[in-house]
């Protein structure tokens, strides 16, 4: 007997869906680029729960006829391609005639269309691959999707499915990449009956502006140098910004042939042309648009990826760094930037040394960060910054225990006497310290980074967070996909102490900040955090809190450069050896190295 049998479509369709449609995101990348590949020159995107219950799309574009509307749903069924050899010459956005055989294979769909020359317009309906309903009906010129309670057929996939902010970011990422390319088009963008984005027809500078734009994300596109270089091979253009506009959250785009693309060899080329022009972790913003003949990328690509393999790589690297060097050069007449080299240099563990780590003894009682310190003698010249961090704490220096209580052997200077032992700053940067066993080298912003990080983490579990109350209010203005991470946040935002409340759709105002920064401009500091929440990455509550806490230690912690008095010094050290794990911080970055007694007798 036969075994094998076809699948049928309904099957084969939930099966390829899995590929194309992955999340509400890959969903509405699908219908908006087929509006757009139907001409369309006004797109409304209208969503709810972020996409879970309802995606919908309206456009202008050329719609369908009875026939089309029934086989776009089809699996193969594609107007853009005919045979093998269209696929070079691709200028379209879809092709492969797949999207909208997986979204009706995993959600509900209604759909409208109407062509210009016709009088009526048709609609049909889809469950599950199942057509319910096909009738004419009257509807303006276009077509108009409804895509509700997607994956209602697929639990796995429905429970895959992040938070409705993680989803309705990955939404706006998607909506943006597409938006980007197509300034001629205006689009909009609701959500929950709220207005997200409403961006009119215009210039791609507009376009960027409008999305990006001053106050929101510290994209100046005054600040934009134009690039624009024609080769045979390539034809690049765009925009970068000039190296004093370059922040540490740069918006980074390129495109080619109208789709956005991921592209980290590119993006070297960008660096590199910037080389020499940047502080530390300054990044340049850019929006570079290629364009190449199909025929020189990889068009094969899978619907979802957005990395692009280009046919010569190298020599478009070296066209794209000269271009962007080019227009760079144009501005670099003025003064070169101060360089800040501080930072980041890790200091190696001396090897073959065993160095040991201090036995600390903890006495359970104590809380190094509801005291305040007894060494703090010299009061003479007030320490801005530094000073402030300890100023809200209560003065309870009699339950401090002795530090002989607390330490025991392994350095001497814990060991006798914390409070007399020489100890030093070096280049602005580390404090040495001699004990037993060796010089210890101790990077005062990192350890001023660590014991923060507890401090915070530890006020975060304990909803106790000191606010410190702003004189002059502050508004934090975001772009949207940012403003539902702040809401994400807003909790635990509120209970480390910062004083927030919303304004408008895109804004909050700062009454109150953390007590650990007061005299701080409090909006870079937020934005800041959303910035590392949204590198890093953070999906759960804790994640979160350390994302919270981390970028905070890092914001408030005393900078490299800074010269401390020998209190301030001790105060740091003594803190710092109070924590659990104080020899590296959370990303492994090294906090105290210690130079052994044998290396430094090996070198005489
Ligand atoms: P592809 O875009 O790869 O061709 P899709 O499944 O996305 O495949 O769409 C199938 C076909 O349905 C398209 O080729 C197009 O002819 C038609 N179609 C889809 N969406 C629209 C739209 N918004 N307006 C007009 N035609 C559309
Ligand atoms: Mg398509």
Known sequence: MDIIHLLPDSVANQIAAGEVIQRPASCLKELVENSLDAQATRVQVIVRDAGRTLLQVIDDGIGMSEMDARLAFERH????????????????????GEAL??????????????????????????????????????????TNIKVSNLFFNVP????????????????????????LVYPKVSFTFVHNDEILLELPAGTEKQRIEAVFG?????VYTSAFVDIHTDTDLVSIRGFVVKPEAATRKAEQYFFV????????????????????????????????????????????????????????????????????????????LAPQIDFDTSGNIDIPLPQNTTA????????????????????????AQPVTG???????????????????????????????????????????????????????????????????????IEQLEADQGAMQQLLFPEVLQLPQDEMVLVQTLLPDLRAIGFDLEQLSPDSYSIQGIPAQLANRSAAPVLQEIVLQVRERGADTRDEWREQIARSLAESAAIPYGKTLSEAEMRDLVTRLMQLPHYRRLPDGKTVVSLLSEDEINKRF
């Open 77 to 96: 069924a594609t107007s853009k391609i005919r045979e093998a050899q269209d696929l070079f010459s691709l200028r379209t956005m879809g092709f492969r």
């Open 101 to 142: 055989a997986s979204i009706c294979a995993v959600a509900q769909v209604e759909m409208t269309t109407r062509r210009a020359g016709d009088e009526t317009g048709t609609l049909i309906e889809i469950h599950g691959s199942d057509v319910v309903r096909q009738e004419v009906c009257s509807c303006p010129v276009g």
């Open 156 to 179: 796995v996939r429905r429970k895959f499915l992040k938070t409705d902010q993680t989803e309705l970011r990955n939404l706006l990422t998607e909506f943006y990449h597409i938006v």
């Open 214 to 218: 001053n106050p929101k994300r510290n």
């Open 257 to 332: 042939n109208g789709r956005y693309m991921r592209h980290p060899y590119f993006l070297k080329a960008v660096q590199t042309a910037y080389s020499g022009m940047l502080t530390n972790d300054y990044q340049p913003s850019f929006f570079i648009y290629f364009d190449i003949a199909p025929e020189a990328i990889d068009v094969n690509i899978h619907p979802t990826k957005t990395e692009i393999k280009f046919a010569d790589e190298q020599t478009i690297f070296q066209i794209l760094m000269a271009s962007v060097r080019e227009a760079l050069g144009k501005f670099t």
């Open 356 to 379: 040991s780590r201090p036995q600390v003894t903890h006495d359970p009682t104590y809380n190094p960060f509801h005291t305040r310190n007894t060494v703090y003698p010299d009061k």
């Open 386 to 456: 530094w000073e402030s961090l300890y100023e809200d704490r209560p003065r309870l220096t009699e339950d401090r225990p002795a530090a002989s209580d607390r330490v025991q052997t392994g350095m001497t200077l814990l060991s006798t006497d914390a409070e007399s032992a020489p100890l030093w700053q070096y280049s602005g940067k580390y404090i040495i310290l001699p004990t037993e066993e060796g010089l210890l080298l101790i990077n005062q912003h990192r350890a001023h980074i660590a014991v923060l990080h507890a401090q915070f």
